[in-house]
């Protein structure tokens, strides 16, 4: 009688390799989803914290008969009112001074020019219900003062590059909010603000004086500075006026803002 030996059945493989397969695609699958996670939340951090998103958008605007009023909307009028708080005096110490011909009609073309950029400003900015500043900043002072004492060749190389710099920094600030502005007050005021910003840097480079290799590394060295004044105000503030600052008797500065009434 034969004996019957018991036949054994296959053994299983082992569940540790399909454990370990398994584990290796989770941790690959991990690895994916948090990479990008870590691509997309900086694009949205950073639209958050610059101030580029939407939500940010409507929170620093006003409503007003014109349009929205935006924080950069408010920005260029205070910057628009600095400008001319300093260059308009300067023009007029030019003119007074006129050591050439060149100089000369570039100070004519600051005072004419500011005196009709200065009063729509402070008229814009009533209708708008903003209060400006009625005195330059302590940059600007700065730059008056080192006018007054210059003289000769010297007087006309800081008069034409000082002036040729802030206009050229201001001329690129008008250029943005004049495509971006949701305001009807606004934009017609960048519009003049860009004709007259323009007629000056062609004058003041007309002298003759102007280093434009020292204006691009300046620029360089510099791409963040004001372009002629403080950082922008917050939200729904106005910006507290600098030392009052008298450049010279004979030049006095533009007529003082008057108070604005709070639009509704």
Same mark, same amino acid.
């Given at each position: 009688?034969?004996?019957?030996? %018991?036949?054994?059945?296959?053994?299983?493989?082992?569940?540790?390799?399909?454990?370990?397969?398994?584990?290796?695609?989770?941790?690959?699958?991990?690895?994916?989803?948090?990479?990008?996670?870590?691509?997309?939340?900086?694009?949205?951090?950073?639209?958050?914290?610059?101030?580029?998103?939407?939500?940010?958008?409507?929170?620093?605007?006003?409503?007003?008969?014109?349009?929205?009023?935006?924080?950069?909307?408010?920005?260029?009028?205070?910057?628009?009112?600095?400008?001319?708080?300093?260059?308009?005096?300067?023009?007029?110490?030019?003119?007074?001074?006129? $050591?050439?011909?060149?100089?000369?009609?570039?100070?004519?073309?600051?005072?004419?020019?500011?005196?009709?950029?200065?009063?729509?400003?402070?008229?814009?900015?009533?209708?708008?219900?903003?209060?400006?500043?009625?005195?330059?900043?302590?940059?600007?002072?700065?730059?008056?003062?080192?006018?007054?004492?210059?003289?000769?060749?010297?007087?006309?190389?800081?008069?034409?590059?000082?002036?040729?710099?802030?206009?050229?920094?201001?001329?690129?600030?008008?250029?943005?909010?004049?495509?971006?502005?949701?305001? +009807?007050?606004?934009?017609?005021?960048?519009?003049?603000?860009?004709?007259?910003?323009?007629?000056?840097?062609?004058?003041?480079?007309?002298?003759?004086?102007?280093?434009?290799?020292?204006?691009?590394?300046?620029?360089?060295?510099?791409?963040?500075?004001?372009?002629?004044?403080? $950082?922008?105000?917050?939200?729904?503030?106005? $910006?507290? %006026? +600098?030392? $009052?600052?008298?450049?010279?008797?004979?030049?006095?500065?533009?007529?003082?803002?008057?108070?604005?009434?709070?639009?509704?």
């Amino acid at each position: 009688m034969r004996t019957l030996t %018991p036949t054994r059945s296959p053994a299983r493989p082992s569940a540790a390799p399909r454990s370990s397969v398994l584990s290796g695609t989770g941790l690959i699958v991990v690895a994916l989803v948090a990479t990008l996670a870590a691509l997309l939340f900086p694009l949205w951090s950073y639209a958050d914290r610059s101030g580029t998103g939407q939500a940010n958008l409507r929170a620093g605007s006003v409503p007003t008969q014109w349009g929205p009023l935006s924080a950069s909307d408010r920005d260029f009028l205070v910057r628009v009112r600095l400008a001319g708080l300093w260059e308009l005096p300067a023009g007029q110490q030019a003119v007074g001074r006129a $050591p050439t011909k060149a100089v000369k009609v570039a100070g004519e073309h600051l005072v004419e020019g500011h005196t009709v950029l200065d009063a729509r400003v402070r008229e814009v900015a009533a209708q708008l219900g903003l209060e400006l500043p009625n005195q330059p900043n302590v940059q600007q002072q700065g730059w008056l003062r080192e006018l007054t004492a210059a003289r000769g060749s010297e007087y006309e190389r800081k008069f034409a590059n000082l002036l040729r710099v802030a206009h050229g920094k201001v001329f690129a600030l008008v250029a943005d909010v004049r495509a971006n502005t949701r305001n +009807a007050l606004v934009r017609s005021l960048a519009d003049l603000t860009n004709a007259t910003v323009l007629d000056h840097i062609q004058v003041l480079e007309a002298t003759g004086q102007v280093d434009f290799d020292a204006i691009a590394e300046g620029r360089a060295a510099t791409a963040t500075a004001s372009p002629s004044g403080p $950082p922008p105000p917050a939200a729904g503030r106005t $910006p507290r %006026p +600098a030392t $009052p600052v008298t450049p010279s008797p004979t030049f006095p500065l533009p007529p003082a803002a008057s108070r604005a009434n709070p639009t509704g």
